[in-house]
């Protein structure tokens, strides 16, 4: 299972291992999956198949249809300059299940759970956007030069 450490505290202090013992868990699991999987789940003896379509079915109303979804906006710069955007973004499920074995760290529990999953995907491009914007501040470069820059940038590395 993969969670953000920053979030969520699993298992122990002494191990990140979790020994799943209780039904709820299990099930709370193949949820997750459930909700999240494109097309197929695979589970191992076919004996489950019932339980396994009985979780599907109470849980069919929460999956995303669009795994992905893409919203376009305009807005202007300080000149009020038009600048056309494109935000892509997966949306979260509707998760209600419960794990006994993963809580959230005390202190993350004053962050909206709809932005927990919201950091800074790629901190280097994040670092190089911030020089190109002094460099634009500074007259060495226009807004509409991004592309030069990254281009400049390559060559001097």
Known sequence: ???????YKVGTR????VFVAQNSDVDALNTLQLLNAHENVYFRDK???QHIAELFTSCYHRRRKDKVRTRFF???DGTGAL???RHTYKENVVFRESLSFCKVQ??????????????LRQPELVAVHKQFQKEVD????????????LDELKTRR
């Open 83 to 85: 600048i056309k955007g």
């Open 47 to 49: 004996s489950q198949g």
């Open 1 to 7: 299972m993969f969670y953000d450490e920053k979030i």
């Open 106 to 119: 005390t202190a993350k529990k004053q962050i909206p759970p709809e932005r927990r999953e919201f950091g």
């Open 14 to 17: 002494r191990s990140d291992e």
């Open 138 to 149: 500074a007259g060495k470069y226009k807004r509409e030069d991004w592309l030069k820059f």
């Open 74 to 76: 305009n807005i202007t």
